[in-house]
C-alpha cells in the first residue's frame, strides 16, 4: 500500500486515479466533462481509460449540471460502480436528489475537486479556454463570486495546490483501500481558502441587501421579473427540477381563456404568457429547500434576470427557517417530502 | 336533455333541517340566488329532505326534470351522503353527481347573525354548484374475497379466533414460532387454556404449522399471499387468505414492561402496520374498532396488542374473529372506494414520497419501471398522496385541479 | 418558401394613417378599443424594466399608452402566445392581434391543429423589416440601434444588426389570415403608413371608425423583398452552405456538441405546444441500462443522452411547417445557430411535401393529414 501524496496539478491526478480504478475495476465507470467537437465540454460516462485522454474534469465553465448528467442514467444502483468528478456543488445536488428519489448513491462514489468557479456561457463560447479566476469576480459567474462552498464535499475530495486526497465518507475511504490508496491525514485543511471565503461571503451578504431593497416585495419582484418570457431554461438546467411535468404547464391547471379576459377587463390588461410570478414563486416554493446555488439558472436566462442570485438568497431563508443545508449528509431528512405526524408546531399561531 | 351551452341540468335543494338550518339563515334567499346560477334548473327549498317524504321527492325531481347534477345544501357528508347518494341511485342519476354543501356545521350552527349566516350560505352554495358542474361519474367497483383466514400466533387469542372461526366454516391457517401451540398461558399450565388447546389441534378446519412465522405476505384485503417459512428456513408453499390475524402475543422484561412478541417489527413492517407506543401496532380507533389496524384485512387480538388478562385476550379474539366473519364474507363483492387516487405513469418520477405518506399500504414502487402505483381496492381516498406529491402526479378522484378550482371560485364570487 | 410581390388578394380599401408604423398602430389600436370595435388589443407592451417588452392582452384604452405594437422586438412569438391563450377556451370579445407576417404564419398553423381560431379576431400584421434581438435592444447602444433599425426599415433597406432569420426573410408580407396590414410608405417625406383593408371585417371596423380610403387604390402592400434584394441573396447563401452529401449527421454531432440541453429552443417555437414533449416522456428516455451498455460498448458515452435524437426529433415534427422566425436562435444560451439548421432542412422538407406554411388556412398540414395514396413521388 504505497501511499500517494501528490504534487501534481489536481486534473492530471484526478484522472489517473480514475483510470487506475477502470484498470483494476474498482470501478465500471467514470463521469466525466471530456472535450466535444468545436472545444466545449460535455458530460460522459466513460468505462474506457484510453478515453480519458480527452477528460476535463471542473472545465472552465459549468454547461450541464454535473448532478443531472448524473440522474440522468444513476436512477438504480445496477451496473457497477460509477466515480463521478464533480464540482463541490454538484456533489451537494446530487446527495438532494438521492433524498429526491433520483439517484441511487449506493454505488456511486461522489469525488470532488476545490472549484476555482465557472466563467459565464457567453465568455465560454467566445473562448472555450478562457479560464475563471477564483480571486477576480469579473471572470466569474454571479453566483461563482458568492460561493463559499468550494470545497470538501462528496465521499472524496482532491483539494489544494498538491491535489491531497482526503476521505470524508467510510464510502470513501473504502474506495480508496480498494486502490491500494492511503488518504492524506485528517480533514481537509480549509484555513487555506478563510480569506477567500470570508470576501465571498461578504460580496455575497452585500448582494443580498441590494437585492432586497431593488427588488423586495410583490412590486419589486414583478420589475424582477418583468423580462421575462417565460421560456423556462432557469428550470430546464436546474438540477433539482426533475418533474416530469412542471406544476405550470399542466393542463388541468391551466388558466382559462375566460379568466384572462376577465383579469384583463379588472386590471385594464394581463400580461401574456401570464403568471409569470406564479411560476418564479412556485419554482422557488418547490425546489429551495435544495437549491445549491449553482447559478446555472442565471447564466441561461436569455432575458439577464438576476434570477440565480435571487433563488439564492431564497434558498438561504427557507433552508435557514428549518436549519437544513442543500446537500448535507445524505442521510438527513428533507424537510420538502418527509412528513412526520408530529412537527413543525414553532409555525402554529 | 342539456341545456343550451356547457351547463349541466342541475337542481338546487336546500333543506331546513327542521329549525336546525331554517331558524338560523334564510333559505328561500339561499334557494333564490341558487336558481340565478348557469345551468340551474331547478332551486327549491324543503324541510327535512332526509325524511321518507324529502328522499321520494328529490328522487321525483330528478326523474322528472331530468337532472344531471344535484347539489343538496343541508348538513354534512358525514350524516347524509351515502343517503342522498342512494337516493340519486335509485332514480338513475350516478351517485357521485351529488354534492353536499354543508350548511348546518358550517354556518347555521356557528354564525349568530342572520344575514351574514344567509350570505355565507350562498357563497357555500354557489361553491358547490361550480364545482358540481365539473363532476364526472365514477364506478362504484368490488373484489371477491378469498374467506380463508390466516393467523399468526396460537397462544390463546390465536387459538380462540380460529376456533370461533373454524366453527363457521372457514379454513384457517395458523403460524407459530413454537412447535407447540398454547402460548404463554399453556406454558403456565393454566387448565383452560391447555382445554383450548386440545379442542384447537383437534378441530378439522384448522391447519397448523408449528414452527413457522410469515416470510411474506404480498397482497391486500380479500387476497392476502402467505408464504410461511420454517426456523431453517425453508419455504412453505403459499397460502391464500383473505384476512390475517395477529395474535402474537407480548413479553415482560427485566424491568417489568411490556414489548410486543420478538420480530413483531418485522411483521408488522411487511404488512405495512404502523406501531406506535412500545411497538404496539396501531388501530384503527382505541374505542370504537380495537381490534382493526389501518390496513385493511389485518387485525389483533390479544397480548400482541398489549398487555392484557386472559378474559380480555379471548374477548378480542372473538370481537376480531367477529369482524373478519362479517366483513369476509365468502363470495361477497366488496365495496371499494371510488374515489382513488391515481398516479399518472407518465408524470410520476419514482421519489416514493406517497409511500411515505400513505396510512392503508395502498401504494408501490414498481423499480423497473421506477414508479409508484395505486392499489385501487386498498386506497380510502384519503387523499394524502395527491397533496404530498411534488411533482403533481397524483390525482384524487372526484378531487381534480379542476373541480377544486371551481369551487374556491364560486365561494369567492 | 414562395413568395408573391403582392398580397394574395387585393385590398378592400386602403387608408393613410399619419406617423411612422408603431404610431400609426398604437393609434389604431386606441381608437379601435376606444370605439367598441373590439373588447381588448393582443401586442407588445413596456414592461417596468427599461426596454424590456413583453405581451399583453390590454383592455382598458388609458392603458394603450404603453403598448408598441410593432416594435422591431421579440420577446415572445407572437403565436405561441396566442395560441397558449386561445388554447384553453374561446374570448367572449373580439380581439384586435398585432402580428408580424412570421407571427400569423405560424398562427395559422396552429390553428389548424385547433390552437386558436379567427373568429373572435381582427388580425392586424404589417409588412416587416424584421426585429432587431432582445437583449441588443436592451443594450447600452440599444437606442442607437433602434434609430438606426427605424432610419433603414423607412428607406425599405435591410436594417442592421436585426435577427439572421430576417435578415434572410423573403415573406415580408402575409399572404394570408390578415385582416388588416400597416405598411410604413417608403421614402423622404413625412412618416406615413398605409392601413390596407384587407377582408369584410377589416371594412366593418374602418367604417366604425370612420376611417376613409383613398381614392383610386387598389394595390396591397408592396415587399420589398424583389429580385435584388439582400435578403434574397442572404438566403441563397444560407440554403447553399448546407453540410456535404453524407456529413449531415456529423454535421448535426457538431453544431449540437455545446448543447446544454435546456429546451429553450422548444419552449421559444410557436409551433411547439405539446404539453408533454415527446423527448420528456418514458418512450424517449435512454434507460439506464441503455446507457451503461453503449458506454461499455463504446469507450464513451456523452450523458444525458439523447441530444441529437431530441434535434432531429424537432426537425422532424417542425421542419415541414417551420416559419423561420429564428426565435429559436435567439434564445439559445449557447449561442446554436439552430434557426439556420431549422430553415436548411424546412427548405428541402417543405419542397419535398409542396406545402407553404401559412400560406393556405385551409391546406391539410402534411404530418397531420392521412391520404391513402399520395407522395409516390418520393418512395422508391
Redesign the interface.
Known amino acids: 500500500m504505497s501511499p500517494i501524496m501528490p504534487a501534481f496539478p489536481a486534473h492530471s491526478g484526478v484522472l489517473e486515479l480514475a483510470g487506475a480504478a477502470l484498470a483494476a475495476g474498482a470501478v465500471r465507470g467514470v463521469l466525466v466533462p471530456m472535450r466535444a467537437p468545436g472545444g466545449s465540454r460535455a458530460w460522459s460516462l466513460v468505462t474506457d481509460p484510453a478515453m480519458l485522454d480527452r477528460a476535463d474534469p471542473l472545465p472552465p465553465a459549468m454547461t450541464v449540471h454535473g448532478s443531472r448528467a448524473l440522474a440522468s442514467f444513476a436512477r438504480s444502483p445496477e451496473g457497477g460502480t460509477l466515480l463521478a468528478i464533480l464540482r463541490p456543488c454538484e456533489a451537494r445536488a446530487a446527495v438532494e436528489l438521492a433524498r429526491l428519489g433520483q439517484i441511487d448513491l449506493a454505488n456511486v462514489i461522489l469525488m470532488t475537486m476545490d472549484c476555482p468557479g465557472s466563467v459565464p456561457l457567453d465568455t465560454h463560447r467566445a473562448d472555450r479556454e478562457a479560464a475563471p479566476d477564483p480571486a477576480d469576480p469579473s471572470t466569474l459567474r454571479s453566483l461563482c463570486a458568492q460561493c463559499q462552498a468550494f470545497a470538501g464535499e462528496g465521499d472524496l475530495c482532491a483539494t489544494g495546490p498538491s491535489g491531497s486526497l482526503h476521505a470524508l465518507t467510510a464510502g470513501g475511504r473504502a474506495f480508496l483501500e480498494k486502490l491500494g490508496i492511503e488518504p492524506a491525514d485528517g480533514p481537509p485543511p480549509m484555513e487555506r481558502y478563510a480569506v477567500l471565503a470570508a470576501e465571498r461571503g461578504r460580496r455575497a451578504a452585500e448582494d443580498r441587501i441590494l437585492l432586497r431593497s431593488e427588488y423586495g416585495g410583490l412590486a419589486g419582484l414583478v420589475r424582477l421579473f418583468s423580462g421575462c418570457i417565460g421560456c423556462r431554461t432557469c428550470r430546464t438546467v436546474c438540477p433539482i427540477c426533475y418533474c416530469r411535468l412542471c406544476f405550470i404547464d399542466m393542463k388541468d391547471r391551466r388558466t382559462p381563456a375566460e379568466e384572462l379576459l376577465a383579469r384583463s377587463g379588472r386590471n385594464g390588461a394581463v400580461r401574456l404568457p401570464p403568471d409569470t410570478l406564479l411560476f418564479h414563486v412556485g419554482r422557488m416554493a418547490h425546489m429551495s429547500l435544495s437549491c445549491v446555488s449553482c447559478g446555472l439558472c442565471e447564466d441561461a436566462c436569455p432575458a439577464d434576470i438576476p434570477v440565480g442570485r435571487m433563488m439564492s438568497m431564497v434558498s438561504e431563508g427557507t433552508t435557514g427557517l428549518f436549519g437544513y443545508r442543500a446537500g448535507s449528509a445524505p442521510g438527513e431528512p428533507l424537510p420538502l417530502n418527509t412528513f412526520l405526524k408530529d412537527e413543525l408546531h414553532e409555525f402554529e399561531d | 336533455m342539456t341545456m343550451a351551452g356547457n351547463c349541466p341540468r342541475t337542481g338546487v335543494f336546500v333543506c331546513g333541517c327542521g329549525p336546525n338550518i331554517a331558524g338560523q339563515l334564510d333559505i328561500e334567499s339561499v334557494a333564490a340566488a341558487a336558481a340565478g346560477l348557469d345551468g340551474v334548473v331547478l332551486a327549491e327549498t324543503w324541510g327535512l329532505l332526509c325524511s321518507p317524504d324529502g328522499k321520494r321527492h328529490l328522487a321525483d325531481r330528478i326523474r322528472e326534470s331530468g337532472l344531471e347534477r344535484v347539489v343538496i345544501a343541508a348538513c354534512s357528508p358525514r350524516d347524509h351522503e351515502k343517503t342522498f347518494q342512494d337516493v340519486c341511485a335509485g332514480a338513475g342519476l350516478n351517485p357521485f353527481m351529488m354534492e353536499m354543501a354543508n350548511i348546518r356545521e358550517h354556518v347555521a350552527w356557528v354564525t349568530r347573525d342572520r344575514t351574514e349566516a344567509t350570505a355565507k350560505a350562498v357563497r357555500i352554495v354557489t361553491g358547490a354548484v361550480l364545482r358540481s358542474a365539473a363532476l364526472r361519474p365514477l364506478e362504484q367497483t368490488g373484489i371477491v374475497a378469498e374467506p380463508a383466514v390466516a393467523v399468526v400466533g396460537a397462544g390463546i387469542a390465536g387459538m380462540a379466533a380460529a376456533l370461533i372461526l373454524a366453527e363457521e366454516g372457514r379454513r384457517v391457517t395458523v403460524l407459530d414460532r413454537s412447535t407447540e401451540a398454547g402460548g404463554a398461558a399453556v406454558l403456565a399450565g393454566n387448565p383452560l387454556a391447555v382445554e383450548l388447546r386440545d379442542r384447537f389441534l383437534a378441530e378439522p378446519g384448522i391447519t397448523f404449522l408449528p414452527g413457522t412465522e410469515p416470510a411474506e405476505v404480498p397482497g391486500f384485503f380479500g387476497n392476502f399471499l402467505l408464504r410461511p417459512r420454517s426456523a431453517t428456513g425453508e419455504l412453505f408453499p403459499i397460502v391464500r387468505v383473505g384476512a390475517i390475524l395477529l395474535a402474537t402475543g407480548c413479553v415482560r422484561d427485566a424491568e417489568g414492561s411490556c414489548h410486543p412478541a420478538e420480530g413483531f417489527a418485522v411483521l408488522a413492517e411487511m404488512l405495512r402496520v404502523e406501531t406506535g407506543d412500545g411497538g404496539f401496532p396501531s388501530r384503527r380507533h382505541a374505542f370504537l374498532d380495537p381490534v382493526s389496524t389501518p390496513v385493511s384485512g389485518v387485525l389483533v387480538a390479544g397480548g400482541a396488542g398489549g398487555p392484557c388478562s386472559i378474559g380480555s385476550a379471548v374477548m378480542s379474539a372473538g370481537a376480531a374473529a367477529g369482524t373478519i366473519l362479517s366483513t369476509l364474507v365468502a363470495g361477497r363483492e366488496m365495496e371499494t372506494e371510488p374515489r382513488t387516487s391515481v398516479i399518472s405513469e407518465i408524470l410520476c418520477a419514482g421519489c416514493r414520497t406517497c409511500m411515505t405518506v400513505c396510512a392503508y399500504a395502498a401504494v408501490s414502487y414498481d423499480a423497473e419501471r421506477g414508479i409508484c402505483t395505486v392499489n385501487a381496492v386498498l386506497c380510502k381516498g384519503c387523499g394524502n398522496c395527491a397533496a404530498a406529491c411534488p411533482s403533481g402526479a397524483i390525482r384524487a378522484k372526484h378531487y381534480m385541479p379542476d373541480q377544486i378550482r371551481r369551487q374556491v371560485a364560486g365561494v369567492l364570487a | 418558401m414562395s413568395s408573391k410581390t403582392d398580397a394574395a388578394e387585393l385590398p378592400h380599401g386602403v387608408v393613410e394613417l399619419s406617423g411612422a408604423l408603431g404610431q400609426a398602430a398604437r393609434g389604431l389600436a386606441v381608437r379601435l378599443l376606444a370605439e367598441g370595435a373590439v373588447?381588448?388589443v393582443?401586442t407588445l407592451?413596456r414592461?417596468?424594466?427599461d426596454r424590456?417588452y413583453?405581451?399583453?392582452?390590454?383592455?382598458?384604452p388609458?392603458?394603450l399608452e404603453e403598448a408598441s405594437p410593432f416594435h422591431p422586438v421579440m420577446?415572445?412569438q407572437g403565436a405561441r402566445?396566442?395560441s397558449?391563450?386561445?388554447?384553453?377556451?374561446?374570448?367572449?370579445?373580439r380581439i384586435a392581434a398585432f402580428l408580424r407576417p412570421c407571427e400569423l404564419r405560424a398562427f395559422v398553423e396552429n390553428v389548424k391543429q385547433h390552437k386558436g381560431g379567427f373568429d373572435d379576431l381582427l388580425v392586424i400584421s404589417c409588412r416587416c423589416a424584421g426585429v432587431l434581438p432582445?437583449?441588443r435592444l436592451?443594450d447600452d447602444d440599444g437606442e442607437r440601434l433602434l434609430a438606426d433599425y427605424m432610419r433603414e426599415a423607412a428607406s425599405g433597406g435591410l436594417p442592421g444588426g436585426i435577427r439572421d432569420a430576417c435578415a434572410r426573410c423573403v415573406d415580408t408580407i402575409p399572404t394570408a389570415g390578415a385582416d388588416m396590414i400597416l405598411s410604413e410608405t417608403v421614402g423622404p417625406a413625412e412618416r406615413s403608413t398605409m392601413l390596407h383593408l384587407m377582408t369584410d371585417r377589416a371594412v366593418d371596423a374602418a367604417r366604425l371608425l370612420s376611417l376613409r380610403s383613398t381614392a383610386g387604390t387598389s394595390r396591397g402592400p408592396v415587399t420589398t423583398a424583389g429580385p435584388e434584394d439582400p435578403r434574397r441573396r442572404n438566403r441563397e447563401a444560407l440554403l447553399a452552405s448546407g453540410p456535404e452529401p453524407g456529413r449531415g449527421l456529423g454535421s448535426l454531432?457538431?453544431a449540437f456538441?455545446?448543447c446544454?440541453?435546456?429546451?429553450?429552443c422548444r419552449?421559444?417555437c410557436p409551433l411547439c405546444h405539446c404539453?408533454?414533449c415527446d423527448y420528456?416522456?418514458?418512450r424517449t428516455r435512454?434507460s439506464?441500462?441503455l446507457?451503461?451498455d453503449l458506454?461499455?460498448s463504446r469507450?464513451?458515452?456523452?450523458?444525458?443522452?439523447g441530444t441529437i435524437q431530441f434535434h432531429l426529433g424537432r426537425l422532424v415534427h417542425i421542419s415541414p411547417v417551420c416559419v423561420s422566425c429564428g426565435q429559436c436562435s435567439?434564445?439559445?444560451?449557447?449561442?446554436i445557430p439552430v434557426s439556420d439548421l431549422f430553415a436548411r432542412a424546412s427548405a428541402h422538407v417543405q419542397a419535398s411535401l409542396r406545402y407553404v406554411p401559412g400560406a393556405d388556412p385551409d391546406g391539410a398540414p402534411p404530418l397531420a393529414t392521412y391520404v391513402e395514396r399520395e407522395l409516390e413521388d418520393l418512395t422508391d
Open positions: 373588447g381588448a393582443f407592451r414592461t417596468a424594466a424590456r413583453c405581451a399583453a392582452l390590454i383592455s382598458d388609458a392603458l420577446p415572445v402566445v396566442l397558449g391563450f386561445l388554447g384553453t377556451g374561446s374570448p367572449d370579445r432582445a437583449s436592451a454531432v457538431e456538441a455545446s446544454i440541453g435546456c429546451r429553450a419552449e421559444a404539453i408533454l420528456e416522456t418514458e435512454w439506464p441500462g446507457v451503461r458506454a461499455e469507450g464513451a458515452l456523452r450523458v444525458p443522452a435567439e434564445v439559445c444560451p449557447a449561442g
